[in-house]
């Protein structure tokens, strides 16, 4: 039961939503993971931090590696660790060359598991809007590899019966060879104004597709400049209907997102922003440092029952106390009878997930109005409370709470600092704001700002259309002091109405 597994887990077309549950389990307790170059990078930011990643290009990059190379790795890999995930783009048993991996594993008595995966063939079909199979226009289909020249002596592909199937033909990785695999197909009898359909990056933002016939698909695609990877369907059933494209008309489709927070929360933004059709870029830009092993923090647990309010300006000082309680092995009861304000629903919604209702939220999300509407709301003159926040959070909420009478005392159970410049991933950014690739950047705080000024600067964003996106008032303050104009602020105050601020807008 204690030797070692390879698992070979199909990721999907792209979309890292479409990875299967027991996929995306394995990917969580995998102690190494050797993933091809296409497989989409979002899928591994739920892997442990400890998994020895391995990214096996094969055709890009500066050291591609072949599939002797590959399978060596598996088998290296496999007697090093317990748990290996070769995780493969689409489906594995699709080719995917799975098999001479197998092969590599067996000869080597290394035990294996298939856990298969959406084929971008079906993705590329449904994410444009049409099915492979039809009760009106095609009852079967064939996947066809695209990589084999059909002039090739004593090809595997039997074009003659490619030409006369009555039904939807899919190749896979044959925008190289289009021109010579419509052209075939168009000599061996197959009708030349069979219809046919090229997707590029399918279930992803970045989605193309160029739509013909057989006898125009390959120029079609030269002139919209369609690249791979793009799947390539051709009969009845590839037909484009502006009507049952359901991908394309969400609101925030081919359009791209620079985000700026800290990773947790890059990558909450990022999904979102997925699930709205956009391309996340995220820039982690700031990090959170748990404060809750200083003496101050400490001491303050058995005593946070004697407040009568306690605050929570962000989901971070909710995650942050809770750490703490499980640290000085106490729970929830340590809150005792004290109620509990929380600045904004997100930071309400945080707290309940971890069993806590917020007794109170303003209705606008900024410190001056929690103090001010929590003092309509009750009497605060010589009531104690607590603020469980972070260090570089400014004195203005303390200082309007004490100006109602409050006694308030603050712990700083986190704080925030700016990420270390990364020059290469800096670079990048750089070149695709420069490029005009990037539709919208994003500040969801004051820190968040100071640190992209710090690594990439300011002047990048003024001499370039890219649209800016702030959280509220003090983020767009802080942009103001360095000269950027401000496309949208939210309304609320929260991510989601970040969202929707970017969404709606016109321009």
């Known amino acids: 039961m204690n030797r070692p597994k390879v698992y070979f887990v199909g990721a999907g077309p792209g979309d890292p939503g479409l990875i299967t549950r027991r996929g995306a389990q394995l990917l969580r307790r995998a102690d190494c993971i050797i993933y091809d170059g296409l497989v989409n990078p979002a899928i591994l930011d739920d892997c442990s931090l400890k998994a020895e990643r391995i990214c096996v290009r094969k055709r890009t990059g500066d050291r591609p590696f072949t599939q002797d190379q590959i399978n060596q790795i598996i088998v290296q890999k496999a007697r090093q660790y317990p748990c290996v995930v070769r995780l493969k783009g689409g489906d594995p048993g699709i080719f995917g060359r799975a098999a001479e991996e197998i092969q590599s594993c067996l000869k080597a008595d290394i035990r294996y598991e298939m856990v298969p995966g959406v084929t971008a063939a079906t993705a590329a079909a449904q994410y444009a809007g049409f099915f492979l199979t039809d009760r009106e226009h095609s009852s079967q289909v064939i996947f066809v590899t695209g990589q084999e020249a059909p002039d090739k002596e004593q090809s595997a592909i039997d074009w003659d019966l490619l030409a006369r199937f009555n039904g939807t033909i ?54 919209t400049n369609l690249q791979p990877p793009a799947i390539v369907v051709i009969g ?20 791209t997102v620079l985000i700026t927070r800290d990773a947790r929360g890059n990558r909450a933004l990022a999904e979102r922003i997925s699930e709205l059709g956009g391309q996340p870029i995220p820039l982690d830009a700031i990090a959170v440092v748990d404060l809750t092993d200083t003496p101050e923090s400490k001491a303050i647990v058995p005593k946070i029952k004697q407040f009568d309010w306690v605050i929570f300006t962000s989901g971070h000082g909710i995650a942050c106390t809770i750490d703490l309680l499980r640290k000085q092995n106490c729970d929830l009861r340590a809150f005792g009878s004290c109620q509990i304000v929380c600045i904004g629903e997100e930071t309400a919604r945080r707290l309940n997930d971890f069993g806590l209702r917020a007794d109170f939220v303003p209705s606008e999300y900024v410190s001056n109005v929690l103090a001010d509407e929590l003092a309509h709301y009750t009497n605060l003159k010589g009531k104690k409370i607590l603020l469980l926040r972070s260090a570089i959070a400014p004195e203005d909420l303390p200082d309007r709470l004490k100006s109602h009478g409050a006694l308030v005392e603050q712990i700083h159970v986190y704080t925030v600092q700016p990420t270390d410049r990364q020059i290469s991933a800096d670079q990048d950014i750089i070149k695709l704001i420069q490029s005009s690739q990037v539709d919208w950047i994003t500040f969801t705080s004051s820190s968040t700002v100071q640190s992209f000024l710090n690594r990439i600067g300011a002047d990048i964003l003024r001499q370039n259309r890219v649209k800016i996106a702030s959280i509220g008032p003090i983020t767009s303050r802080r942009l103001q002091e360095n000269g950027l104009k401000i496309a949208v602020e939210a309304r609320p105050h929260t991510t989601e109405g970040l969202i929707e601020a970017m969404v709606n807008y016109h321009d």
Not at 186 to 204: N, V
Request: charged letters at 25%; glycine letters at 6%; a positive charge.
């Open 236 to 255: 009845p059933a590839a037909v484009y209907r502006k009507e049952t494209d359901w991908f394309t008309k969400r609101p925030l489709f081919g359009k």
């Open 170 to 223: 899919v190749f896979y990785m044959g925008m190289g060879r289009l021109d010579r695999i419509t052209q075939t197909l168009i000599e061996k009898g197959k009708d030349a104004k069979t219809p046919a359909i090229a997707i590029q990056h399918a279930s992803l933002p970045a989605q193309r597709l160029a739509q013909g016939s057989l006898e125009t698909i390959a120029q079609n695609c030269c002139q």
